[in-house]
T-cell receptor, first 112, second 115 residues
Framework: AQSVTQLGSHVSVSEGALVLLRCNYS??????LFWYVQYPNQGLQLLLK??????LVKGINGFEAEFKKSETSFHLTKPSAHMSDAAEYFC??????????FGPGTSLSVIP | GAVVSQHPSRVICKSGTSVKIECRSL??????MFWYRQFPKQSLMLMAT?????????EQGVEKDKFLINHASLTLSTLTVTSAHPEDSSFYIC???????????FGQGTRLTVV
């Protein structure tokens, strides 16, 4: 079964520092992978997606992620954290049964 | 990107009553929609897959008689929480697969509080 894991339920960075949120997937077929952000009491906003084109994917708000098949990873990065980046981040995979399955999420805190 | 509209955004109901949540794809036809439930500080849990014109497919552990799903048209799916109880209080989010089936678009969620 396809699944997603996110290492670190909570990540804390200083404003201006590098953001790195980890995501690993398990899939026997080339996956479609996504990163979503969720602010408190709101729905999901798509940050970026990998759909088997370029392995380095650029998203909104300065985020990017790199698909590494050898590591089965799709880590999310941003060079410089901003206070407004504090939110919950979810990695997700579109399974072969056309279902989107979410990882457990990582809560990002940004320290001024 | 495609737009999915979910209504209402918040609802408070009395224990024992039923609540209907609507999910609409505004600018595309969605043959498949999904319903998720999210508990505080937790991830989204897939409840069921809704297919237009057929019965919904429920994930293991989800009571189909409690959570009634209807996908009557290519742009509308509804989730009805029947005989709601306080433990049904949660954040419910719907999503719809886009035309190419390579991305899901999400509604803004419904905060259900059962008192």
């Amino acid at each position: 079964a396809q699944s997603v894991t996110q290492l670190g339920s909570h990540v804390s960075v200083s404003e201006g520092a590098l953001v790195l949120l980890r995501c690993n997937y398990s899939s026997s077929v080339p996956p479609y992978l996504f990163w979503y952000v969720q602010y408190p009491n709101q729905g999901l906003q798509l940050l970026l997606k990998y759909t088997s084109a370029a392995t380095l994917v650029k998203g909104i708000n300065g985020f990017e992620a790199e698909f590494k098949k050898s590591e089965t990873s799709f880590h999310l990065t941003k060079p410089s954290a901003h206070m407004s980046d504090a939110a919950e981040y979810f990695c997700a995979v579109l399974t072969s049964y056309d279902k989107v399955i979410f990882g457990p999420g990582t809560s990002l805190s940004v320290i001024p | 990107g495609a737009v999915v509209s979910q209504h209402p955004s918040r609802v408070i109901c009395k224990s024992g009553t039923s609540v209907k949540i609507e999910c609409r794809s505004l600018d595309f036809q969605a043959t498949t929609m999904f319903w998720y439930r999210q508990f505080p500080k937790q991830s989204l849990m897939l409840m069921a897959t809704s297919n237009e014109g057929s019965k919904a497919t429920y994930e293991q552990g989800v009571e189909k008689d409690k959570f009634l799903i209807n996908h009557a048209s290519l742009t509308l799916s509804t989730l009805t929480v029947t005989s709601a109880h306080p433990e049904d209080s949660s954040f419910y989010i719907c999503s719809a697969l886009g035309r190419t089936n390579t991305e899901a678009f999400f509604g803004q969620g419904t905060r259900l509080t059962v008192v």
